[in-house]
């Protein structure tokens, strides 16, 4: 016998785990219900929600809009084929990982974590980075404002410095990867940070919110750039979307 | 191990020293400078280079349709270029002069601490490596002892290329996909590893490997890794490569006893 508490509303209920051997973990016993099996424990278990899944996201803009600087195929492989792949794996893998949390095989759910990381990172990454992005005529490239601009003043000494930075930073990643300016909530400051393959910007640090982040990995610029990734991130300027990471950041600094 | 059908061309096989002693007295005492007249006045300019960008032994265009001419006029001609200029400017400045470029590869790894060095010294490597994995018009199966050995090692030739493909299909990031013999176990092993670390570094001998970076395949085969692999697996790999470097590898791992039949 053991105590169930339910996440939703904390109401505890007994439960007996003899029926399936597995740790009567909260977590376990969401993931057994979510499958809407329904087994006779005559305890009056709770139904709780099936592990949510996600989507792929929607551009503001056309797969043209950010031409010359990112041209059309680009954005539509990219947003269509790589964040496409990732959405779907990262959902597969949580699949996977929900049953095995149900079949209590600690080892297979350790082992999924490297799925996991990569494709959610993926999708949480290239989410924030369609933020990031707009044309030209939506404001892309016109310099941050007010609470954001004067941060960055503060910190880099101009947009200019940052730029700079963050273009270094970038050419200098080796193999695939992002280059963020984060906003550190504890420290109540902006850096430059970078993270390899798809490890979202959490990764470095828990307080670290992503404001800006550029891909790196070969994908994004390839097919126009070929093997000039200083002039990829020269460009990109051209269609940041600072009002995005104004938006984020004066929300966060609040 | 059959040597009956083994071609070995001047290109394919070109000379490594592996585990050579670094002493004093086979270092040359001076950069070697490679004076070049620019402009045909009695100033000249000098121009240094340690390593240089070795060609493919095939034309550019030799690999078509697999992998097309533009892709290797930008991945050999531009990237791997890249990696010769940034090492030469780096060794310049740089206490790690006088390596042949294996010995430095495995030195400046440091044991998983790598020098700045590293990475344009193991990526100029692998590129020479891969460019000699690649062949047109290769055939399509290794023969003789070369596939007597695979068998023993992966049970069959058809499981060591679904385990060639799983590996490369489950690199997260870039990298690239070995086949190589490790030393310690005596067999031959498909291993991933990521940017560009090579089964040097862990003091195995590489015989084939396939550049998984997005800059090998993007061109011609866009986001479609799965296709890209299981074209070079099918149809561009050089087996007579592979065979040449097994045998020289047979050198240095013992692979065992021949089996003697009984009478």
Redesign the interface.
């Known amino acids: 016998m053991s105590l169930l508490v339910d996440p939703c509303c904390c109401k505890t209920t007994l439960t007996s785990s003899r029926f399936f051997g597995i740790p009567t973990s909260a977590m376990s016993m969401r993931a057994v219900f979510a499958k809407n099996k329904t087994r006779g424990l005559g305890f009056g278990l709770r139904q709780v929600r099936a592990m949510q899944t996600v989507t792929l996201p929607d551009l503001d803009y056309d797969f043209s809009a950010l031409e010359p600087t990112i041209n059309g195929e680009i954005m539509q492989?990219h947003h269509q084929?790589?964040h496409r792949?990732y959405v779907t794996n990262y959902n597969k893998a949580l699949e996977q990982l929900e049953e095995a949390i149900g079949k209590g095989d600690s080892s297979k759910v350790v082992g999924l974590q490297?799925a996991i990381k990569?494709n959610g990172g993926g999708h949480v990454n290239h989410s924030i980075f369609w933020k990031n992005l707009a044309p030209k005529k939506d404001g892309g490239g016109e310099a941050p404002h007010q609470s954001l601009g004067w941060a960055i003043d503060t910190s880099f000494g101009s947009l200019d410095n940052l730029m700079k930075k963050i273009n270094a930073d970038g050419a200098a990643l080796?193999?695939?990867?992002w280059v963020w300016l984060a906003y550190d909530k504890e420290l109540k400051n902006l850096k430059v940070e970078t993270t390899?393959?798809?490890d979202p910007l959490i990764t470095k640090g828990q307080n670290l919110v992503p404001l800006l982040g550029i891909d790196v990995?070969?994908?994004a610029y390839?097919?126009q750039y070929?093997?000039m990734r200083p002039d990829y991130l020269k460009n990109i300027w051209d269609v940041i979307n600072w009002k995005y990471a104004s938006q984020v950041y004066e929300k966060e600094s609040a | 191990m059959s040597f009956q059908h083994l071609q070995i061309s001047p290109a394919v096989v070109s000379y490594r020293r592996v585990d050579s002693p670094k002493s004093p007295t086979c270092r040359p005492k001076y950069p070697q400078v490679n004076t070049v007249n620019l402009h045909r006045s009695w100033k000249s300019t000098k121009v240094v280079a340690y390593y240089g960008l070795t060609s493919p032994p095939f034309q550019l265009d030799a690999l078509e349709p697999y992998m097309s001419q533009k892709t290797l006029e930008?991945h050999w001609g531009?990237?791997h270029q890249?990696y010769v200029d940034g090492l030469n400017k780096q060794i310049a400045n740089s206490p790690l002069y006088g390596y042949t470029l294996e010995e430095l590869v495995k030195v400046s790894y440091n044991n998983g601490n790598p020098f700045p060095e590293f990475?344009n010294a193991a990526q100029l490597w692998n590129h020479d490596f891969f460019w000699e994995s690649l062949q047109p018009n290769g055939v399509k199966m290794p023969w003789g002892g070369f596939l007597e050995q695979i068998e023993k090692d992966f049970g069959s030739f058809s499981n060591f290329k679904e385990n060639f493909v799983a590996e490369a299909m489950s690199l997260?990031?870039?990298?690239w996909v070995w086949l190589f013999l490790k030393k310690t176990d005596k067999k031959l092993v498909v291993a991933k590893t990521?940017?560009?670390i090579n089964p040097l570094v862990w003091g195995d001998i590489p015989i084939l490997s396939l550049d998984m970076?997005?800059?090998a395949y993007?061109?011609d085969y866009?986001?479609d890794k799965e296709k890209y692999v299981n074209t070079f697996i099918n149809n561009l790999v050089s087996w007579h490569s592979a065979t040449a470097r097994m045998a020289r590898a047979e050198a240095f791992v013992n692979l065992g006893e021949p089996k003697i039949p009984v009478a």
């Open positions: 492989i084929k790589h792949a490297g990569f080796q193999g695939s990867g390899p393959n798809q990995w070969e994908h390839y097919l070929q093997n | 930008i531009k990237q890249s990475n997260f990031g870039s990298g990521s940017n560009a970076w997005e800059h993007y061109q866009k986001d």
